[in-house]
Each structure stands twice: as C-alpha cells, then as structure tokens.
C-alpha cells in the first residue's frame, strides 16, 4: 500500500526557516507531479509549489521567492524549503503526488496527512 509521510513541520519564530520531507513508501514505479499544499484555518487548501519528475517547477506568483521544492527521486522522497517564514504561513501543510504503477500508467493521486507549521509573530 502506497502512503506519503510529511515530516519538518513544527514551531518558527516570524523570519526563521523550515524544511518539509515527503517520503513516498510501498510499491510502486514512480512518482509524477509533486506538489506541496498548505491550509490555514478557516481557509481552502492552496498550491504552494509543484515539479515533475523531469524538473519543471510552478509556483503561484504568491509563492514566489520564498519557498523551494526540491526532489531526491532515487530516495522517492520531496522537500518543502520555506524560508522567511510570515505568520500568515501558518498551517497544515499537505504533500501530494502521482503515483505511477508503471511507465505507461497515468498515475493514481495520494495525499499525506498532513504536517503542522506554526509561525509565531
């Protein structure tokens, strides 16, 4: 069985830095479109970052400059790098991926559970 495990989050002063992992465990071929969400309270979930496997990189215009998506294929794991953290990054931050069964399957999406970032002001 597939699963995706967020680990890094946690408690930051306004300014200070994190790093989020995402390890992919189970049987499978590969992992396609990896992408970190977050959700503040009250409010609907947002894309922070996604990458292909190949490399190709979005972020929204409001993600911009502060938070860096990063992979270690071999090691099926992907990371969150967020820098300068504001209290408004405050949330529960999501991984998601495809997760493909073979080199010609589309891919089935899998969610983390979640990882819990508190910036304090």
């Known amino acids: 069985q597939v699963q995706l495990v967020e680990s890094g989050g946690g408690l930051v002063q306004a300014g200070g830095s994190l790093r989020l992992s995402c390890v992919a465990s189970g049987s499978f071929y590969a992992l396609e479109n990896m992408a970190w969400y977050r959700q503040a309270p009250g409010m609907q979930r947002e894309l922070v970052a996604r990458?292909?496997?190949?490399?190709?990189?979005h972020y929204p215009d409001s993600m911009k400059g502060r938070f860096t998506i990063a992979t270690d294929n071999a090691k099926n794991t992907f990371y969150l790098q967020m820098n300068s953290l504001q209290f408004e990054d405050t949330g529960v931050y999501y991984c998601?991926?495809?997760?493909?069964?073979?080199?010609?399957?589309?891919?089935?999406?899998?969610w983390g559970r979640g990882a819990q970032v508190t910036v304090s002001s």
């Open positions: 990458t292909s496997r190949a490399g190709n990189i």
């Open positions: 998601n991926a495809d997760v493909l069964q073979s080199l010609w399957d589309p891919g089935t999406g899998y």
